[in-house]
């Protein structure tokens, strides 16, 4: 598995990530859909790997090559 993340998408996923699980654990504001915000764990993992599943069959890299 090569990544195909860069820096600026892997901070961003980061950041949509954390505010989403915020928005689960925290219950704010109580929506009754809280429970979406755990889909936050999707963005924090492949941030963290590096590697987009959904990039990968279209051939889409957003990191420098060298």
């Known amino acids: 598995m090569t990544r195909n993340m860069g820096s600026t998408d892997r901070i961003l996923r980061t950041v949509v990530g954390v505010a989403l699980l915020l928005f689960a ?3 704010v504001p ?3 859909y809280n429970w979406l915000g755990w889909i936050g764990l999707v963005p924090l993992a492949t941030a963290a790997i590096g590697w987009c599943p959904l990039y990968a069959p279209f051939g889409i890299r957003t990191c420098r090559t060298s």
Request: aromatic share 0%; proline share 0%.
């Open 30 to 32: 109580a929506t009754g």
């Open 25 to 27: 654990i925290t219950g």
